[in-house]
């Protein structure tokens, strides 16, 4: 039997298992890091608390808490609390479990509003994808200094619009902002959830980025510890995430040894699809 794809390891890590009313299972993928992929938890316990309520609720919010890192040899267990059921509004608790240990906490709200007031912000003039290189085209030469992307599980098709921060750092650059078009490898079912949660799993790749950028530093040629303390994401409008989607994203502040990264999501057309906020601890130490 042929391996699986990346592709088909996301659609796989997104079926979860449900063992009762209000409990799923979660596996993880054949290419890990040290510990679970925060967007792969994320995502998984976005489509856990999508499997309970009404289809036609759409998504409005999540923000997830992060307690502890998830082993990877491990299942992971997503238990749903319903803390509000009402025609045009749902609220729901997810709480990620090994065992007795709580690694996270996702707090996600649906909500069917209706047409009201419209405005946002506008995108970034980029070029269009067809245009840019793949994202192992900007790996190429580089396998050595950044071996975790070039060995992790890529379901999702990265064009970038500026220098990735190791070509940046590698030509002494800095960078206040990263831009990358994102789309999975292939056609996602006709599933509003699964569309949402790849953009979720997506949204925890690139967003910390210009905390180090903004400094012209990069992963892989300096000493730099990061981990992810929050994650929020905001849903304006529905996505298909099998076409293309600009994901923009700066860093509006860094202190304490904390930094904060924020995000957007926008369509082929212009239109705002999600706003991200993430908070990570960010420590850099310098070579002495």
């Known amino acids: 039997m042929a391996a699986a794809s990346d592709f088909e390891e996301l659609l796989a890590i997104l079926d ?30 976005f489509v856990a608390a999508g499997r309970t309520v009404p289809a036609q609720l759409p998504p409005s919010a999540i923000s997830v808490h992060f307690i502890a890192g998830g082993d990877p040899a491990r299942d992971l267990e997503f238990r749903v609390v319903r803390l509000r059921d009402e025609r045009r509004f749902a609220n729901r608790r997810v709480d990620v479990c090994q065992g007795d240990d709580l690694l996270a906490t996702a707090m996600v709200s649906y909500l069917s509003g209706g047409r009201g007031l419209e405005h946002s912000v506008a995108p970034p003039d980029v070029p269009g994808p067809e245009e840019l290189p793949k994202i192992d085209e900007l790996l190429r030469g580089y396998e050595e200094t950044v071996p975790h992307f ?43 959830v699964l569309h949402a949660a790849a953009m979720l799993y997506s949204s925890d790749t690139t967003v910390l980025d210009s905390i180090i950028t903004t400094h012209g530093l990069s992963w892989g040629f300096d000493r730099i510890f990061a ?13 298909r995430f099998d076409e293309w989607v600009l994901y923009s994203t700066t860093s509006p502040v ?18 705002l699809l999600a706003t991200v906020i993430q908070e990570g601890i960010v420590k850099y130490f310098p070579a002495r």
């Open 16 to 45: 979860l298992r449900r063992t009762d009313d209000s409990t799923f299972l979660g596996s993880h993928p054949s290419k890990n890091p040290v510990r679970t992929f925060g967007g792969q938890m994320m995502a998984q316990a």
């Open 150 to 192: 070039v060995e992790a599980l890529r379901p999702i098709e990265w064009r970038y619009a500026n220098d990735p921060a190791w070509v940046m750092r590698d030509k002494g650059g800095r960078l206040e902002y990263n831009r990358v078009w994102l789309k999975t490898e292939g056609a996602l079912p006709d599933d509003p």
């Open 227 to 239: 981990v992810t303390t929050n994650h929020s994401v905001w849903f304006h409008r529905p996505v």
């Open 254 to 271: 860094a202190a304490e040894s904390r930094g904060l990264g924020s995000g957007h999501f926008f369509d082929r057309s212009g239109q």
